[in-house]
């Protein structure tokens, strides 16, 4: 555990500098959620059909009824 603890403080400072760097630059847009719809013709024009929710952040470790 002591190695994670320096990792988290090292990296995590890096990480958190970095951030700051590059909001500098950073040019804010109107949100939108086109990604989600070209994501959804893409899979329509490859011939997917899934009522599966992607991305999919975690698994589901719940086991089944039988």
Do not use: C
Not at 24 to 29: M, Q, R
Request: hydrophobic share 40%; no cysteine.
């Amino acid at each position: 555990m002591g190695n994670s603890l320096l990792d988290i403080i090292v990296f995590g400072r890096n990480a958190g500098q970095q951030a700051g760097e590059k909001w500098k630059s950073v040019e804010l847009k109107e949100l939108t959620l086109s990604h989600v719809d070209a994501f959804e013709k893409e899979l329509e024009d490859a011939g997917i059909s899934t009522d599966v929710v992607s991305p999919k952040l975690l698994p589901d470790y719940r086991r089944q009824a039988n």
